[in-house]
């Protein structure tokens, strides 16, 4: 999880100038309280000044940029997730991705991204955790907007590849997911990648054996270990020796149908992983939902 430990941030205005020379952050934003920080860098609450909008605000430092992009107008490179967040604004977005408002390059220091901020929600780690495992319909209704949400993504030609739990986060009031976090992202090739800066417990056998893996099983095997986790309350692998064996022990009583979806996506030969259109019409995920929100209740409202 994240780690909630203070972090200091201080920006002097003239240290701070976004895309094309534009006005400086500190023109722009406010910066208020750390919400986290890991090794993607730290998030910050912050508000727009023009309106008040409440976002988040994700400073990364050069040193831990992996990969980088060119953009258009841009005489420098940017973290590639910066690139990665734009295209897919650029194309409309999606309701289950989070959005890049703006982005700032601080010299000397690294990036500021700028993005929306859903209010009243927490990560589907802290959920499943605070709830234990999810009924199957409340996994189901949060599920399918992820593969939904994943579809678009690869659609317009990015791949996340660090699906899970704590890059999903959850509107309480309402249960709408988000995808965030596309740091360890790519652009979406057909060919095998070589490297991988996603959660290891989440990646796939051939990834275990020999460092290669091509982008749609790499998320299905990912959304496998993830819906598992919903249903049963825990990842179902820890070790390598259990990756590579792929084969998941439920430890509550699951649907046959569940089962089978979860271990379609944990089929150990790449080739034998559904596509996501092929898991959407899997027969669980046809299933109903419409109840869940009269079993789950009323759901408190922690802030973010």
Known sequence: MLDKTSVEFHLEEEEIRGKNEKQPFCSLYSCGPLLGSGGFGSVFSGRR????LQVAVKQISSERVHQWARLPGELEPVPMEIALLQLLSEVGGHSGVVRMLDWFRVEGRGFLLVMERPLQCQDLFDFITERGALPERLALRVFRQIVEALRFVHAHGVVHRDIKDENIVVDTRTLNVKII???SGAPLKETPYGE???TRVYSPPEWVLSQSYEAVPLTVWSLGVLLFDMVCGDIPFERDQEIVKA???FTRRISKE???LIRWCLSYRPEDRPSLEELLSHPWMEGDEEEEEEEH???PSPSL
């Open 49 to 52: 000044l023009s309106d008040g």
């Open 181 to 183: 976090d596309f740091g």
């Open 196 to 198: 991988f800066e996603g």
């Open 247 to 249: 084969t998941p022990t």
């Open 258 to 260: 569940c089962q089978s």
């Open 297 to 299: 209740g009323s759901l």
